[in-house]
Structures are given as structure tokens and as C-alpha cells.
């Protein structure tokens, strides 16, 4: 955790730790963001040119459907083009679990409920052992196994746990130790009912999602209340936000739920206010503005952009940096949580993104030294 205060402490749930390619997942590792393309694997430039945007926004991982040979084929060729490990979706056809292993992936997403038979799920096992993948048990409440269905009448959180463990202790009779669980639903409630079910019964780290979530509003919504409740909780080793939207918007509001926690930082993280008839400038248009000119800043810095002196110099004195909205087109600039100048409309938003430019190149320039000196 980052944050000092005690009311803000999350106590995180133990979980073993997995490698998925070089990114830590469990343990104590970042809570890492996920996303999945959504273009056809055979298309090698466009899903490369996809994942390199998410790459942009932040992604950790990223999750490719290979739902044929000839996308198994494709894998390889765009594995070799993008800087983050790829996970291999598998449905329905064992043998391209085995294709992707061979094709470089670094870790198996197979949904046991239609891998087929025990003896098909046991050669992707063998697979992933010989090309060094790690796996992911993909439950969801839309495809539960016909035992499962007919034993609990329905889709519930008692049946999504179970078919779980059904199936990590296939992988554990194998010895296979190198996997992640997710037990994914479309409702909100079945699905961290699920999740805090599964945590309390396995130290396995956890895929945390809310399936099938919607629009990309819509969609944020809801998975901000099931994602968020988790994390809350402690319960989450990796994420993914699942909306109808393009890929990078996945990991942009995944990032914004790990920020609003307080669980990880990156970027301009920026507290505005909703604006009313006080405000000393267009807050809104100015706020639309600093988020697309400062989308480059990776380095975590905090900015407030109130528009006027109700709660400005207060939410300043917890930001790196803020604006206050004042009188006859003079705003006051704050720099750690204090009053420093004054500026006019027309220079201010060019102005506050020097600002923050100069406040990345600072922090960045701390931390190389901080490393230099440790070494």
C-alpha cells in the first residue's frame, strides 16, 4: 500500500505468487491490470498495433483469443512484436493450448467447463510444464459444467467455487503449481460472493473481473463496484475490466479503480471539482483538456483543479499541485499545498502542463539518484 493513514490501510489477502512471462502475479507483486484484444489474432499488424496502445495506456498483461490454428500460427509472429506477456485464450479446443505454448505464450487461459475431457486438460498441463506457461482456470457462471448445473439448479457462488477447485486439484495431482483462479460472473453480486468465497478456502492468486460488464459507462460502473469491493477486501492479484469498448479504455479505467484505492499509482491522478455557478473558470472543459495533454506523464503526481476558494486551497494542500479559481480571471497556483502564483485565464492551462512536466522530471530525476545511491 502507498498510503500512511490508517482509515486508508488494505490489508491484502496472502496468496502464492506466479510468474505470468516477467510479470509477478500473487504474493506480495503489484496488483496488476489486464485487458484482452478484441481484433482477429490472423490480423498480426492490427492486434500488434492493439496491444502496443494498451501498452501505452498502462497494460501489464494482455490476453489473445486463439480460437483457431491459424491464430496459434499468428501468435508467435505477434509475440515477438509487443513488450508485455501474452496470455492464450483457449475454448473448446485443447490442441490450441498446446499450439499456443509452443508459439511463446506465457500463460494458458483454459475454461475447464468446455476444455473437454480430464485426459485433454492434462495435455495442456504437460504443455504448459515443457514450454514454461504458467495457466489460468477461467470459471464463469456462463459455462459451469452439466454436474454443477443439474446439482445446484442454477449458476450460484457455491457452484463457481467448487467447479474451481474441481479443477486446480486436476493441475495439483499433476504437481502443477503454477496457475491463477478467476471465477468470473456478468452479476455483480454472484461474482464476489464468489471470489470471497474462494478466498477464504485457497491460497491461489486470483484473476478478479466482472464478466460480460457493458458499456463502457455503464460497464465502468459496474465493474468499479464489484472490482472495487474486492480490492477493498484485499481479495485481487490481477484484474481485468471487461467492457464493450477498445482495449486501452479497459486499462485506463482499470488503473483509475487501483488509483482511487490507493493500491497503485501512475500518471496525473486529478481532483476537480463538479463546478457550479462560483466557479472562476470552465472547469469542466478545462479538466477534458489536462487529461488529454497530460496522458503521456507515466510518473504518479497528484493535481486539483477546483474552481473556486470553497474547497480549493483545501484540496490543495493534499495535491502535488492545484488550481484555485479566483476573481477577474486570476487563479491561484499551489505547489505542494501551497499558495505560489497567480495566472491568468488565457496561459493556464499550458502553463499547469509545464507545471506537471517540470514535477515528472523532478520526481524521475529523485528516484534514478534514490537507485544510484543504493546501488
Known amino acids: ?12 489477502r496472502k496468496s502464492r505468487q506466479i510468474s505470468v512471462g516477467n510479470v509477478k502475479v500473487g504474493g506480495d507483486a503489484p496488483i496488476s491490470v489486464q485487458t484482452m484484444t478484441n481484433t482477429l489474432t490472423t490480423d498480426i499488424d492490427a492486434t500488434v ?35 508485455v506477456p501474452v496470455v492464450a485464450d483457449i475454448h ?9 505454448a509452443q508459439a511463446g505464450a506465457a500463460c494458458l487461459r483454459i475454461n475447464p467447463g468446455n476444455i473437454g475431457s480430464p485426459e485433454r486438460v492434462r495435455d495442456v498441463i504437460k504443455a504448459a510444464r515443457d514450454y514454461n506457461c504458467s495457466m489460468r482456470i477461467g470459471v464463469n457462471a456462463g459455462s459451469l459444467e452439466k454436474h454443477l448445473l443439474e446439482k445446484y439448479g442454477e449458476p450460484n457462488p457455491d457452484a463457481l467455487v467448487e467447479s474451481a477447485l474441481e479443477h486446480a486439484k ?40 466482472i464478466t460480460e460488464a457493458g458499456s463502457k459507462r455503464a460497464g465502468t460502473v459496474k ?8 480490492l477493498w477486501a484485499g481479495v485481487g492479484d490481477t484484474m481485468r475490466v471487461s ?16 488509483k482511487s484505492l490507493g493500491i497503485r499509482h501512475r ?3 486529478i481532483i476537480s471539482c463538479p463546478s457550479c455557478a462560483r466557479q472562476g473558470f470552465n472547469v469542466i472543459k478545462t479538466v477534458e483538456t489536462l487529461e488529454e495533454r497530460l496522458a503521456h506523464i507515466k510518473t504518479p503526481i497528484t493535481l486539483s483543479i477546483i474552481g ?9 494542500l493534499m495535491t502535488d499541485l492545484g488550481l484555485t479559481g479566483g476573481g477577474n480571471g486570476k487563479h491561484m497556483i499551489y505547489a505542494a499545498g501551497k499558495t505560489d502564483h497567480t495566472i491568468e485565464n488565457g496561459d493556464m492551462v499550458n502553463h499547469i502542463v509545464e507545471l506537471v512536466e517540470a514535477k515528472a522530471a523532478q520526481v524521475e530525476a529523485e528516484l534514478s539518484a534514490a537507485k544510484l545511491a543504493a546501488q
Open 308 to 316: 473556486c476558494v470553497v474547497n480549493g486551497p483545501g484540496e490543495a
Open 267 to 269: 500518471g496525473v491522478r
Open 170 to 209: 486436476i493441475l495439483q495431482d499433476h504437481d502443477f503449481h503454477e496457475f491463477k483462479i478467476s471465477v468470473k460472473a456478468s452479476d455483480v453480486f454472484m461474482a464476489v460472493a464468489a471470489y470471497q468465497q474462494l478466498a477464504e478456502v485457497c491460497d491461489h492468486p486470483l484473476h478478479i473481473g
Open 92 to 100: 473448446f479446443h485443447y490442441k490450441r493450448g498446446i499450439e499456443a
Open 1 to 12: 500500500m502507498m498510503n500512511y493513514r490508517e482509515y486508508q490501510q488494505i490489508i491484502r
Open 223 to 230: 465493474s468499479s463496484i464489484g472490482l472495487g469491493s474486492l
Open 49 to 83: 498495433a492493439q496491444i502496443l496502445r494498451a501498452e501505452a495506456a498502462g497494460v501489464d498483461i494482455v490476453r489473445v483469443s486463439c480460437p483457431d490454428e491459424e491464430s496459434t500460427a499468428a501468435l508467435k509472429h505477434i509475440i515477438a512484436q509487443v513488450n
Open 243 to 258: 467492457l464493450s469498448a477498445e482495449p486501452e479504455e479497459e486499462v485506463l479505467v482499470g488503473w483509475d479503480i487501483l
